[in-house]
Every structure is written in structure tokens, then in C-alpha cells.
């Protein structure tokens, strides 16, 4: 779907500025034609740009005017590097094409992304309504399989960094194949029809018929020669060499285009011509209109623009005046105004105006400024009325009060986006108290300073619309939102939503800034509107790059009933006074998306919604109650780069948990703080399972032999605490299980593949066989470690491990075997005959009171089978601070299950 937001169309303080501001900036200079059109894009506003994107969901933007750059030194950023994007920049305005010669000059510069897609300059049939073109090697401009390219297209000199632009792929007409950093035309095309390959560097030129007789073909064209892109941006203020490169483009009237270049121009413009295409087998439409398309793909790259000048010979084709009227509530006549709408002495309209006091008419523009008044107004509209656009530029306050009337907003006859804009030098907080009915797409541009520069306290009616927020100041929505149509929230600055039944049917798109959600004493829903308590509409919410707040009071709870995504370095932070219900629908983070959980009582997550977390996205669930808990039943996907983190004292994932590494290895975090419960673990690739847990964790499935299956490292951080894996699973299938700190301890034999897993102990380690069966692979120790065999029988078994590294003391507590022959009902077995350890790492054993004798500490000796088993004596005195510990208590304890705790205070 198409979105398109207006930028700043005009100034509104004065009326003179306004018109000049709307229409072409003119100039009296004959040093090359007529017409000359000059835009920078390095301030806070771009004066009659329409500014959109047709996919990929970011709008281009000024980046002096987002903070990014100063006013002055900013730049038009056509994408950002995220993927398959394509967007646009058009001027709302046209000019003759017949028998007029045009040059466009521009600065631009791609950087900071991993080398796709490339920008474009074009011209179209300016009488056609505007529609961009296809993603990735489209440009933005030309057809792609299934997606038109842009429409009544005559031509575009397409700056590609990638080299699709002179592909004949993904249904692009003609072209040389894939060429990398090169300049290239495409001709006129509607629809799937037409964008051929005309020229380009490193390529040909189609226009150009090949000559038999001459030796070198004329038609061949040298490669640009240049890299397109750069690793960063140009400096801020500065004209560094070899960070932007300018471009020519010369159409003449005899249908002759010229493309030149210039890759230094900071010392000073020397272009270079590139190549001439004959264009005169096309046929011009009758006025021209121009903009510029950028586009990513699978690849990216930022793309920005600045310094644009177009020279032509023929005067532009102006637009109708607009009818602007300035509100000065009698002043301006010597009145005494009574603050009434239908006053026509109230009104100043603009020069040009059949009658300038005059009440305004239907869909006029409506300035509300300090031109005439000096102190705060409040104005009574006497009516329902129909505007254009209304635009505050004032320190002195504007409240246009309800009285039970309307404010509708349309354009059928005022051509352009309606707005309500509130410019940047105002301080002041204006209202508007009446209901809004929207007749076409509206745009919310707040740039005010005040505190809350605008509050809309009626109801706003969509009616099949698109509600845009933007701007950089604070607007507060006091009433519902309600019809068909999508919300979207772009620009740095907040949107305050206090109602309790914004029941508008469309998405929620929260693109840049912060929307904040704040119900007093009211249960919020996403997407379900039965109870009256949708915060952001019935349809599904997005954060694509904007952040959003909400929470409740009165023990009140959030519940979830559509899809809920955050992606693209978002943040949502939800906070319930009670708890959390997802219904149905999916939960998704995803690219640096972050999702804070937070609940003041329990945090329990109910419902059937399907988790996914990947790709450098986050969940964090924290509870504050004392009772506070975790449970997901619904089910839960955690992929490569996500994290899911809960410091709730009880995590359940009670529908289970599928795990999706990549063949790369790429991982996620799941950190839990206290007890984990989860059913169904599966494991799909390889994957680095982390539990990292503040407090004893429990792993249980429901015995279909899919637990943890495919998992790389299970790393077990408990940092004291036990890990408890449950009798359902029968065995877990990881390359490696790193116990760092706390206890693992096992409930059944051969939980582990046998022979397959790598075992890494440190900080303290336990393995807890608890009179279980089990076989790993080989054995590393990083730190001083215990083996507890338990109560009863346990054979615990590694594979050889003499060229492992060994540090610290490995502790055998619970032992009764047969010291002297082995096989006794407790064996710890390495490898298979005296090799399975080295004698080093024998010295570091220690049997703590071993069954059948005196009570003591005992070394380690290796039997032919790689069985280890105590020496027939105490060792003089103990080595390790653990042996001191264990020594000294036994004479005050003889209980074999205090030798665990005592051993652990190491």
C-alpha cells in the first residue's frame, strides 16, 4: 500500500511566503534560461515535496529537520539500510515539456550499508497521478515481476550500486546484465510495459545504431570507474573530498540527453560528459513532472541527496493560488471581534481573494498565527466546518471550541494532502475541542515547543483514511479514534492517546518517535473491540523503527488479540497493574525490536498467541509482585540473535519451546532468573541454548523424545542454584553442556546422547547424577568441580580425556563403589582402558569419605578399564581450600548428604 506524507508545504506567518513558498522558487537570471527551480534539502523544511514509500515501510526524511544533521547541513534521506525498500520524493508540481531544454544538477551520496540498491533521478508525465516503482534492482523507478514501475515513467538516470539496473532480471526490460557502480537511463514505461535499458557506463547505447564499417563500435561505452558508495557519510557541514559525487543531466529540445559526472566535486565541479542518448523516438507528454526514487533489496545501502537545481526555458505550470484566510478576529478593520468562525470581519484573507473579509470558504486553508492578533483566542466555529488544512504558528494559544460542531477535513477541491500542522516556532499549546471527521488522508505535523503543542479533545472519525502523526513536538489525543483506516505515527516527537476505545479497524504503524498508551483505571486491548479498551485499533500493531508505552491502573490488565510486531530497533514497554492475556494472534521481535513485559502483580501470559524472537529481538518479562510468575501457553519460537529474558520467580512455557539455529551456529539467549518449566523442547539446527538462571530452574518435556535435540553449547549458569532436568526427557542431544556454577541435576538414566556431548565444568560446578546412569563425551574443568553420585547406584561415563584441560580439584562425593577391583554399584569410567586421563589430571581427583573406608579424603587411581576408584589410603592433608572445608567437618558430620553443601562453600 501506497503511503505518502506531505513535508512542509509552505510558511504560514506571512501570506507572501506562503504562495512563493508553495510554488517554484523563481528567479529573474538569464545566464541559461527562463525557470530556475533550487532546493538544498539542508534545512528543517523541503516546501512542496511529497515525500513516500511504496514498500519496505520508511518514509524519506530531512535530516536536519530529525536532529540527525544541524539546519543548514542536513540532507534528503531517499531510505535508511534496512531491506526491500522503495521510496520517493516528488515535487507536487509540474512544468511544459514541449520545446523546453531542462538541466537538473545534483549532489548525492550512498553509504553505511553492505552495497544495494542505488537512487534515481526521473522525469514523468506530470498530468498522470503519481505512483512509484518496484523495489531492489527497480530503483524505485522501473517494473519488476508483479510490481509496476512508476507510473507514465519517461525517463530516469539511475545511480546503481548493486548492478540490477542493467540487468534484463526479475522482469526488467533489455539491458547488458549485471553491472556494478554504474550510471544508467531507462526510457518511458507504464504499468509492466516499457522502462527499457536506453545507455549506461560499462554497458551500451541502444540509441545509437551499429556501424559495420567503423572498426570500434560507437555504441560501446567506458565503465564509470568509480565505487558509487561509501563507507561513510559525508561529514556534517563540510565538503570533504570524495564523499558525495555530483551529477549532470542535459535534455535538449532536440530529445538529446547528456549525462555527466563528477567523483571529486569538493575541489570544484569539473564534469565530465558520460554519454548522449537520443531520445527523440519518444514522444513527450505534455508537462513534466520529476522526483527521485531510492530502493534497497536484499542488500542496502543509506541513500541521501542534496543541492538540486533545474534549469529550464519554459516558465512551470503554477497551480491555482490557494484561498488562505488568517484569522485576526476583527483587528485588521478596527473591531472589536465577538471570536465567531461565521464573522467574515474575523477573517483576513489573502491578497488576490475576491472578497478578503469573508468567512472561508469550503476547504480553505486556515492560518492561525500572530500576524494580527497578540493574546491567546479562543474561536467558536457557529457550526460544522469544512477545511483543508489549519496551521498554528502563534506563542499566543488557539483553542477552537465544540459547542457540538464539526471539522471535517477534504481536498476534492483544494488539491494536496490535508493537515493540521503546528509550526516549529510556535511554544504555545493549541486545541482543538470539536469532533474531526476525515474526508481524505490527514497529517497530525506538531513541531510545536510547548509542552503538549497540540491536544485534539473530540472524537476523530477515519472513514476509509489514513490518520498520520508527525512532527517533533507532543500532541495529546483526549477522545477515540474510530472508522476504517490505519494509524500512523512517524517523526521524533510523542503522541499521547487517553481514550479508552480507539476502535478504528485499520493497522497500528508506529514508524519513528513515541506513541503513548494511558487509559486511566481501564484494561487495554489490542486488536479486539468487545469490551471497549483498544488502545491502537482492531488491526495489527507494528513498531517499525518508533517506540510505544502503555499501561494501566485499578488492577486492570492488557490483552492481546492480533499480531503484535516490533522490529527495526523498536522498543514497546507494556506495563499491567494486573496481568498480561494473549488471546491468539503472534508476538514477534524481530531486527533489534525490544519487548518489555511488565506487570505489577502476576505476570502471567495466558492464551494460545505463537512467540517468535530472532534476529537481534528481545522480550523481557519482569514481574513486581511477590507472587509474580511467567507462563506462555501459547507457542514459543526463540531464533538466531533473539533473547528472551524473565525475572519472575516461575517461568513456564507450557506449549513448549522450538529452538532455530542456523547452520551458521548464530544464536539466542533464553535467561531465566528463577524456576523454568517448559514442555517440548525442540531444537531445529544447530543452536547455543544459554539458561542462565538466578535461582533453581527445572527443564521437563512430555517424553516424545524431542527434547533439546540439535542443540550446539547448553550452557547451564546458575550461579549456585540447581538445574533440574525432569524424568520426561529422555535425552538431550547437545555438542556440548557447560556448567558454570550451581548444580545440574538429573532425575533418569541416559539423559544425555550418550557419548556425544562435551561436558565443560567451572565456577564451582555439580554434576548431581542422583543415583542416575549417564555417559557424555569428554570432560574439561576449568575451575574446582564436584561430581554428587547421589543415593543408590549411578554409572556416570566420559569418553577419554587425557588431552583435555584440567585446573582445580575435582571432588567425588557420594561414592560406593569397590575401591579396589571396581564395578561396584558407583562408577565414574574414562574412556576405556589407563589412558582416559593423564597422571596429572588423576592427582587432581579427590574422593570425599568414600563407602569402605575410613572416613577421609582420598586420591585417585585409573584401573584398566578407565575406571577411577580412591587409593587405598588418605591423602596427608587436604590440597584445596574445598579439601580444608570438607576435612574439618568431618568430624561433626558423618552424613554423606552434608558432604554437599560443605563442598560448595569453596
Known amino acids: 500500500m501506497q503511503r505518502t506524507v506531505p513535508c512542509q508545504l509552505f510558511k504560514t506567518s506571512r501570506l507572501l511566503g506562503a504562495v512563493t513558498a508553495l510554488l517554484f522558487a523563481l528567479s529573474n537570471s538569464t545566464i541559461w534560461g527562463q525557470f530556475i527551480f533550487d532546493e538544498d534539502f539542508k534545512g528543517t523544511t523541503a516546501d512542496g515535496w ?19 544533521d544541524q539546519d543548514g547541513d542536513g540532507w534528503l534521506r531517499l531510505t535508511t539500510n534496512g531491506g526491500n525498500q522503495s521510496n520517493f520524493a516528488y515535487l507536487d508540481n509540474t512544468f511544459s515539456a514541449a520545446n523546453n531544454e531542462v538541466k537538473v544538477t545534483i549532489d548525492f551520496t550512498i553509504w553505511g550499508g553492505n552495497g544495494a540498491d542505488g537512487l534515481t533521478f526521473f522525469l514523468y508525465d506530470g498530468d498522470q497521478a503519481f505512483d512509484t516503482g518496484a523495489f531492489g534492482g527497480s530503483l524505485g523507478y522501473a517494473n519488476r515481476s508483479g510490481v509496476d514501475g512508476v507510473a507514465g515513467g519517461y525517463l530516469s538516470v539511475g545511480l546503481d550500486t548493486y548492478g540490477n539496473y542493467s540487468n534484463p532480471t526479475e522482469g526488467r526490460n533489455g539491458g547488458v546484465g549485471f553491472n556494478p557502480d554504474q550510471i544508467v537511463v531507462r526510457g518511458p514505461g507504464n504499468g509492466q510495459n516499457g522502462y527499457e535499458y536506453l545507455a549506461g557506463t560499462n554497458g551500451i547505447n541502444t540509441t545509437i545504431p551499429d ?81 527521485f526514487t531510492a530502493s534497497t533489496g536484499g542488500l542496502n545501502n543509506y ?7 533545474i534549469t529550464t526555458t519554459t516558465d512551470p505550470v503554477l ?16 473591531l472589536n471581534g465577538d471570536s465567531l468562525w461565521s464573522t467574515a470581519t474575523n477573517w483576513d484573507g489573502a491578497p488576490g481573494n475576491t472578497d478578503p473579509d469573508s468567512v472561508p470558504p469550503v476547504q480553505a486553508d486556515i492560518i492561525f498565527d500572530s500576524t494580527y492578533v497578540s493574546t491567546n483566542q479562543s474561536i467558536d466555529l457557529d457550526g460544522d466546518r469544512e477545511v483543508h488544512s489549519i496551521t498554528f504558528d502563534d506563542n499566543n494559544a488557539y483553542t477552537l471550541e465544540a459547542n457540538g460542531d464539526e ?8 488539491p494536496g494532502d490535508a493537515f493540521i500542522r503546528v509550526e516549529s516556532s510556535s511554544s504555545a499549546e493549541h486545541t482543538i475541542e470539536t469532533d474531526i471527521d476525515l474526508e481524505t488522508d490527514l497529517v497530525v505535523d506538531n513541531n510545536g515547543t510547548g509542552n503538549v503543542g497540540l491536544t485534539l479533545d473530540g472524537d476523530i472519525a477515519i472513514n476509509n483514511n489514513t490518520l498520520t502523526f508527525d512532527g517533533t513536538g507532543t500532541t495529546e489525543v483526549l477522545e477515540d479514534i474510530r472508522g476504517t483506516g490505519d494509524f500512523v505515527k512517524q517523526g521524533q516527537g510523542t503522541v499521547i492517546l487517553d481514550a479508552n476505545d480507539n476502535d478504528f479497524s485499520g493497522d497500528a504503524i508506529i514508524k519513528q518517535g513515541t506513541v503513548i498508551a494511558n487509559p486511566n483505571n481501564n484494561r487495554i486491548h489490542f486488536g479486539n473491540n468487545s469490551n471497549n479498551r483498544n488502545v491502537l485499533g482492531s488491526g495489527d500493531v507494528i513498531l517499525d523503527g518508533g517506540n510505544f508505552q502503555a499501561s494501566t491502573t485499578g488492577n486492570q490488565d492488557i490483552r492481546f488479540y492480533q499480531d503484535f510486531t516490533v522490529q527495526n530497533g523498536s522498543v514497546g514497554t507494556l506495563d499491567s497493574d494486573d496481568d498480561f492475556s494473549f488471546q491468539g494472534g503472534s ?28 534476529n537481534d529481538g528481545r522480550i523481557n518479562i519482569s514481574g513486581t509482585g511477590g507472587g509474580s510468575r511467567t507462563r506462555l501457553d501459547g507457542t514459543v519460537n526463540l531464533n538466531s540473535g533473539g533473547t528472551i529474558f524473565s525475572d519472575a520467580p516461575d517461568t513456564e512455557l507450557d506449549n513448549g519451546l522450538t529452538i532455530n539455529g542456523d547452520a551458521n551456529g548464530n544464536n539466542g539467549l533464553l535467561a531465566i532468573t528463577g524456576d523454568l518449566r517448559v514442555e517440548n523442547i525442540t531444537v531445529n539446527n544447530r543452536f547455543d541454548l544459554t539458561i542462565d538462571a538466578d535461582q533453581d530452574t527445572v527443564i521437563e518435556t512430555d517424553g516424545n523424545n524431542r527434547a533439546l535435540n540439535g542443540v550446539g553449547t547448553l550452557l547451564v549458569d546458575n550461579d549456585g542454584n540447581t538445574l533440574t532436568v525432569q524424568t520426561q526427557i529422555t535425552q538431550i542431544n547437545a555438542e556440548v553442556l557447560d556448567v558454570r556454577g550451581g548444580t545440574i541435576l538429573f532425575t533418569d538414566d541416559d539423559q544425555f546422547r550418550n557419548n556425544t556431548t562435551d561436558v565443560i565444568l567451572s565456577g564451582g560446578a555439580t554434576i548431581d547424577t542422583n543415583g542416575s546412569d549417564q555417559q557424555f563425551a569428554s570432560l574439561t574443568m576449568n575451575s574446582s568441580s564436584i561430581i554428587d553420585l547421589g543415593e543408590g547406584g549411578s554409572i556416570l561415563e566420559f569418553s577419554q580425556s587425557d588431552t583435555n584441560s584440567w585446573d582445580g580439584e575435582l571432588a567425588i562425593v557420594n561414592w560406593d563403589g569397590r575401591y579396589t577391583t571396581g564395578g561396584g554399584s558407583d562408577q565414574i569410567i574414562f574412556g576405556s582402558n589407563v589412558n582416559g586421563l ?23 587411581q585409573i584401573l584398566s578399564n578407565g575406571e577411577i576408584v580412591p587409593t587405598a589410603t588418605p591423602v596427608p592433608e587436604p590440597g584445596t581450600v574445598i579439601g580444608a572445608i570438607a576435612l574439618l567437618a568431618l568430624a561433626a558430620f558423618r552424613e554423606r548428604k552434608r558432604w554437599l553443601p560443605l563442598l560448595k562453600k569453596d
Open 319 to 334: 497551480p491555482p493560488t490557494p484561498d488562505f484566510f488568517y484569522w485576526d478576529n476583527g483587528i485588521n478593520n478596527g
Open 303 to 309: 541513500h541521501e541527496i542534496r543541492n538540486l537545481e
Open 211 to 291: 556501424d559495420p564499417f567503423t572498426p570500434e563500435d560507437e555504441s560501446t561505452i567506458d565503465s564509470l570507474g568509480v565505487d558509487l558508495q561509501f563507507n561513510a557519510r559525508p561529514e556534517t557541514g563540510t565538503a570533504t573530498q570524495n564523499n558525495y559525487f555530483t551529477v549532470e543531466i542535459l535534455l535538449t529540445t532536440a530529445d538529446l540527453l547528456t549525462v555527466r559526472f563528477d567523483d571529486n566535486p569538493a575541489d570544484g565541479l569539473n564534469l565530465t560528459d558520460l554519454f548522449t542518448v537520443d531520445m527523440s523516438s519518444f514522444d513527450r507528454p505534455e508537462n513534466f513532472g520529476f522526483g
Open 50 to 68: 511529497i515525500f513516500g514509500t511504496q514498500n519496505g515501510g520508511y518514509t524519506p526524511e530531512l535530516t536536519a529537520r530529525e536532529g540527525i
Open 587 to 614: 508476538v514477534t521481535t524481530v531486527d533489534n525490536g525490544t519487548l518489555n513485559l511488565i506487570a505489577d502483580d502476576d505476570t502471567i501470559m495466558s492464551g494460545s498467541a505463537t512467540w517468535t524472537v530472532s
Open 838 to 860: 593423564d597422571a596429572s589430571q588423576i592427582d587432581r581427583i579427590r574422593f570425599y569419605n568414600p563407602e569402605g573406608l575410613a572416613p577421609g579424603i582420598y586420591g585417585a
Open 407 to 414: 471539522l471535517t477535513f477534504a481536498n476534492d477541491q483544494n
